[in-house]
């Protein structure tokens, strides 16, 4: 089915362990984001991506990197977790001047 | 600053019992406002786009309308499956396509 592939589903690291959450779409879509979603702060958004070979700062960019190096693919990298980092994230993908379609989420725990 | 505010935070309803709820917003420039479903676990399901003031978007117990200053989520007779959380998001002109969502309200409907 055509829509927003996220992988892992759930994952738990060791505080100071790295890793990369990817982040797939197959609907040509030029823009691409990454939000987390913590209970009563709603969804914050990470960083972002308009175009292939661009990124942008998002409302909560600090610990996260992230990549667009193909079109359908945005990463988001955590280069040492910390447990503030636990939270559920989404990837969105849109086209302009519409809404987002979101992927599944990611489930992460840092411990 | 863009703001989205969801109100009230979580709904109780008994099936049948009709109610609405708010998505207020100030904006500098709307370009669209989003209403999204999102289930426990789940990534936010697209629901409606209202574009101008005075546009209605109607989907089985759901009708969505849009005034200058806030947009209303209506549910008649409400079902158990309509339990979820609801967002708001509002798309503004130069933002980078980001969509700038509210807390959500959460409704559950019992039998």
């Known amino acids: 089915n055509a829509g927003v592939t996220q992988t892992p589903k759930f994952r738990v690291l060791k505080t100071g362990q790295s890793m990369t959450l990817l982040c797939a779409q197959d609907?040509?879509?030029?823009?691409m984001y990454w939000y987390r979603q913590d209970p009563g702060m709603g969804l914050r958004l990470i960083h972002y991506?308009?175009?292939?070979?661009?990124?942008a700062k998002g409302e909560v960019p600090d610990g996260y990197n992230v990549s667009r190096l193909k079109k359908q693919n945005f990463l988001l990298g955590l280069e040492s977790a910390a447990p503030s980092q636990t939270s559920v994230y989404f990837c969105?993908?849109?086209?302009?001047?519409?809404?987002?379609?979101f992927g599944s989420g990611t489930r992460l725990t840092v411990v | 600053e863009d703001q989205v505010t969801q109100s009230p935070e979580a709904l109780r309803l008994q099936e049948g019992e009709s109610s609405s709820l708010n998505c207020s917003y100030t904006?500098?420039?709307?370009?669209?406002l989003f209403w999204y479903r999102q289930d426990p676990g789940k990534g936010p399901e697209f629901l409606f786009t209202?574009?101008?003031a005075g546009e209605e978007k109607e989907k089985e117990r759901l009708k969505a309308t849009l005034t200058k200053k806030e947009s209303f989520l209506h549910i008649t007779a409400p079902k158990p499956e309509d339990s979820a959380t609801y967002l708001c998001?509002?798309?503004?002109?130069?933002?980078?396509?980001?969509?700038?969502f509210g807390q959500g309200t959460e409704l559950s409907v019992k039998p």
């Open positions: 969105a993908s849109k086209k302009t001047n519409y809404g987002y379609t």
């Open positions: 609907m040509n879509h030029e823009y």
């Open positions: 991506s308009v175009g292939e070979g661009t990124t």
């Open positions: 904006v500098s420039g709307l370009r669209g």
């Open positions: 209202l574009y101008s």
């Open positions: 998001a509002v798309l503004v002109y130069n933002q980078g396509g980001k969509l700038i």
